[in-house]
């Protein structure tokens, strides 16, 4: 069993009385990449900052790797378990000295020996293809630079924990590309954990070991990112994940955990545990939905209706086909498949889809706009 | 216009023969204007911080008095000071009234506000999650607040530059607390501002020219060097040379 090397417990951190994190239980593993997702304002960097000691929350616990609850720690201690994490902010927040300077900052901080710091400056300025920029002023340098120099200095240091709160998000396309790949090998190579926050969830999707998404505050899944992606937990999740065919339902009838759910007058199946009468989300992820010229064989789909292809979007080597199937509906296919089955708008085509691969979620109603 | 001329030339006389008299005004000047400088940095730069930073109750006064003190009028300043230090004054058993110490108690109240509005101003602007950003590499309370003022390092030298500015250039304080004293033939409390006054009373406006064409000297080669420093221009090519020097002794060694 991995060792779990944070714990945050029944946490909740308010600002003038309005509460803005409420987090009941968050496990850090040792040695994983956790990435925590959610919208702007969502409280992410509010608990990086509780995690890394930056702030005290208004209630809750942090219990950490010493077996120490936040709360129980004194000073020293305290001291003791920042010196042992670095934090990485959206903006490279670099001073205003050399890079390697900038990079000999933490170690410094931790009143290490002038030789054994240099060294250890050397070597990662090295590892970060660096070394060329050593002596350069960290204010002369590009975004993609100055970051890569943050991404050094917290990682010089070798923390057990590297919190990292939107570390890309002022990098154009290459440079998130680059730095990414950084962060993901320096992680790995040298055995740290991490904690990633972001509002765009696909710029983790490669290097995450786990995926949390915090809503409003609220942490509403935790688990593997294909995990979070195929059965998000709550519609919020799910929308929030930009999924597309949300669909909304009934269960019809159920029986050994396969029902029948009716989508607009179109029933279909699907694992479900919900009673007959439950009003429930459906999701149908596009690329489960497996478009037919005819109504030929499907493999072992249970599901097939008779569809009108109402828009084809080429999406690179995917094509995005919008159907009317008495709800609408949206499939990925490649581009080969489009051409060799001739899909255009107004195609009559057979859509089907395997009942394992449509998720089941409670139904939780939208408050009604007043006035 | 020929006054004016005549001034210039008899300052630069007294300044190539050394004249006693002018000298030792001119040291005494600087040399109160540096402690007053010294003590206003003292104070005001940490103060300067503290407002920037913390949240305190009382916090919106201080700044107020802070603001207010930048403004002081030094003829005031010096007329509280005389107050408080005379011999029936809260501080009359201190006897400092009439000496250097009361002009540099003046100073010390004229300078530290300057400073400390400065800092306070220079630390706002810096981008706050660079202290977090330090605290999280291991900084604590102090040496993150010291990475700040090191941030700040060009406008907390404009803040000094200011402050010795606007004490070295003061009369009123000087010369109520100070008394422009001579003793023994010496000067003892007299200041290049005060005796500019007392040449002008005399109607010694030549000596007086002279005199204010020393402080003005005085007063523009100090800042010089403080913004050569502040620009980076007045070390970097000593330090580029040192370096070098040392690069290569040490190339040597190994």
């Known amino acids: 069993m991995t060792d779990v090397l944070v714990s945050v417990e029944g946490l909740r951190q308010s600002y003038d009385g309005r509460q803005v994190l409420s987090v009941d239980k968050l496990e850090l593993l040792e040695g994983e990449i956790l990435a925590i997702v959610g919208p702007n304002g969502s409280g992410k960097s509010t608990l990086l900052r509780l995690i890394n000691l930056l702030e005290k929350p208004t209630r809750g616990d942090i219990v950490y790797w010493t077996g120490k609850r936040l709360s129980e720690v004194d000073r020293n201690e305290r001291r003791e378990l920042a010196l042992q994490m670095a934090m990485i902010f959206q903006e490279p927040l670099l001073f205003k000295r050399s890079v390697k300077a900038n990079i000999a900052y933490g170690l410094k901080m931790r009143r290490m020996p002038q030789e054994e710091k240099e060294g250890k400056v050397l070597e990662m300025l090295e590892r970060l293809d660096l070394a060329e920029l050593a002596d350069r002023d960290a204010m002369t340098l590009s975004g993609g630079e100055a970051q890569k120099v943050t991404l050094g200095r917290a990682m010089v240091l070798q923390p057990r924990l590297l919190l990292m709160d939107e570390p890309l998000a002022s990098l154009d396309v290459l440079a998130r590309k680059a730095l990414r790949e950084d962060i993901s090998r320096l992680v790995r190579e040298l055995g740290v954990t991490a904690a990633y926050v972001t509002h765009d969830y696909t710029e983790v999707l490669e290097i995450a070991d786990r995926l949390a998404v915090l809503l409003d505050g609220e942490l509403q899944q935790v688990d593997r990112p294909s995990e979070v992606f195929g059965r998000p937990a709550t519609e919020q999740v799910a929308e929030f994940l930009g999924a597309e065919n949300l669909l909304e339902g009934e269960v019809a009838a159920c029986r050994e955990g396969m029902a029948e759910i009716d989508i607009a007058g179109i029933k279909l199946e699907a694992l479900c545990e919900q009673p007959p009468g439950s009003r429930v989300k459906v999701l149908i992820h596009p690329e489960e939905v497996v478009l037919l010229a005819d109504s030929g064989d499907a493999g072992s789909a249970r599901n097939r209706m008779p569809a009108r292809v109402t828009n084809v979007k080429v999406l690179g080597a995917l094509v995005k086909v919008s159907l009317e199937c008495g709800f609408p509906l949206v499939a990925y296919i490649t581009l080969a498949s489009t051409e060799e089955m001739g899909i255009a708008t107004g195609r009559r085509v057979t859509a089907a889809i395997k009942a394992t691969a449509i998720h089941v979620m409670p139904y939780v109603g939208r408050p009604e706009a007043s006035g | 216009m020929g006054d004016i001329w005549q001034g210039f030339v008899e300052a630069v006389k007294l300044i190539i023969h050394f ?83 009361a002009i540099i108690f003046a100073e010390i109240i004229l300078a530290t506000p300057l400073i400390a509005g400065i800092t306070m101003a220079a630390v706002q602007n810096v981008n706050p999650k660079l202290r977090l950003q330090s605290k999280s590499l291991g900084a604590g309370e102090i040496r993150s607040t010291m990475t700040l003022l090191s941030e700040t390092r060009l406008s907390l030298l404009a803040a000094v530059i200011a402050g010795f500015g606007g004490i070295i250039s003061e009369v009123g304080a000087a010369m109520i607390v100070g008394g422009n004293l001579m003793l023994n033939g010496e000067p003892y409390t007299r200041t290049l501002t005060t005796a500019i006054v007392l040449e002008v009373n005399k109607g010694n406006s030549t000596l007086a020219i002279a005199l204010g064409i020393i402080l003005l000297g005085i007063t523009l080669l100090l800042v010089w060097i403080l913004t050569s420093i502040q620009q980076g221009g007045l070390f970097s090519e000593p330090v580029r040379v040192a370096r070098s020097l040392f690069s290569r002794f040490r190339g040597e060694e190994t």
């Open chain 2, 19 to 101: 004249d006693p008299y002018v000298m030792k005004i001119a040291f005494f000047t600087l040399y109160v204007c540096a402690i007053a400088t010294f003590f206003g940095m003292l104070i005001g730069i940490p103060l300067g911080s503290a407002l920037a930073l913390y949240r305190f109750r009382g916090r919106k006064f201080m700044v107020t008095v802070v603001n207010a003190g930048m403004g002081l009028p030094p003829v005031v300043v010096g007329l509280f000071v005389y107050l408080f230090l005379k011999r029936r004054g809260p501080l009359g058993f201190l006897g400092w009234l009439y000496t250097p110490k």
